[in-house]
């Protein structure tokens, strides 16, 4: 596995939608930041989703692990901001990073293993990691958006 150091920065404010009737944020959504932060992350490097599969001809990234670690609660209308990084990079898959702050103190941070999936077959059902393309393993690295 290589390493990497591309990070990609983005902001959440917290609605009420966000939160369990104390105001507290539901883990779930600290999930769907990491989400949205790794796919920030990836389309800032030309890597949208269209383009995998378009280009690539790949079903996705497609995520197989997650964890969270959570320090202290955010809150309704928090102003949050969600850092993600491109940990290591594998033959077929990627560790991401997230670490969700707001104003300087963390508050959750987590890590997403994201694998190349390509089409195994005539199924469409059938799926495969395949190995990750060197032109993307440049921009994941460089943080040069791919041609």
């Known amino acids: 596995m290589t390493s990497t150091g591309v ?3 983005c902001s959440i404010d917290v609605s009420w939608g ?3 009737p104390a105001g507290i944020v539901f883990y779930p959504r600290y999930f769907a930041w990491f989400d949205h932060g790794a796919h920030r992350l990836l389309e800032s490097v030309g890597l949208h989703h269209r383009a995998l599969t378009e280009r690539w001809g790949v079903v996705g990234l497609s995520l197989v692990d997650a964890q969270a670690s959570f320090r202290r609660p955010a809150t309704y209308g928090s102003r949050l ?3 993600s990084r491109v940990a290591a990079i594998g033959r077929s898959s990627l560790t991401v990073e997230h670490v969700i702050s707001e104003g300087g103190d ?3 941070s987590g890590r997403e293993v994201r694998v190349w999936v390509a089409r195994a077959g005539d199924d469409p059902r059938a799926l495969r990691a395949a190995p990750i393309p060197a032109e993307v393993v440049r921009a994941l690295q460089t ?3 791919t041609d």
Do not use: E, N, Y
């Open 7 to 9: 990070t990609r920065r």
């Open 18 to 20: 966000d939160c369990d």
């Open 143 to 145: 943080g040069m958006p």
């Open 81 to 83: 901001v969600v850092d």
């Open 106 to 108: 963390v508050v959750a």
